[in-house]
């Protein structure tokens, strides 16, 4: 009931809206592609069964790409929670972009390199290192200049 007396009062909630430049476009064969025995990732034919719609690598580059919680259960694994700028090991270490995403902000979704977003342009920092690295970035990007 509570909700619906703030929704007579204010209106409806504000949506939380996902920032677009921070999540990747699938690629287009993921939703043109309908019919078992194709890969829905790369569009390949599958090999191992006609029923399947996934290979098993695409399946964990998908994951790696798509979920957060993958995505930084995989750096962990590599990196050991150690700073990849200091050497410190910090149990609330933080995952960075090495290129930052912001580079590929307004471009067209056939024109987005995936590549931001694998394991070859992440970091672990630790919460120091991050927040420097971080306003750095931002005064570069409020002068114009590129990295």
């Known amino acids: 009931m509570a909700g ?4 007579r009062t204010h209106g409806k909630r504000a949506s939380r809206k996902k920032r677009p430049d921070r999540v990747p476009p699938k690629p287009l ?21 006609q029923r399947k719609r996934w290979h098993a690598d695409c399946v964990r580059e998908y994951r790696l790409i798509y979920y957060p919680s993958e995505t930084r259960k995989q750096i962990w694994k590599r990196d050991r929670g150690h700073c990849a700028v200091c050497g410190k090991k910090d149990p609330s270490w933080e995952l960075d972009h090495i290129r930052p995403l912001y580079e590929q902000k307004g471009k067209k979704a056939s024109d987005v390199d995936l590549d931001y977003w694998k394991p070859g342009n992440l970091q672990t920092l630790c919460r120091f290192c991050h927040r420097d690295k971080s306003a750095q970035e931002a005064t570069i990007r409020s002068s114009g200049r590129k990295l």
């Open 4 to 7: 619906h007396r703030y929704k």
């Open 29 to 49: 064969s993921y939703y043109r592609i309908k019919k078992p025995g194709r890969c829905r990732w790369c569009g390949d034919k599958i090999q191992e069964s």
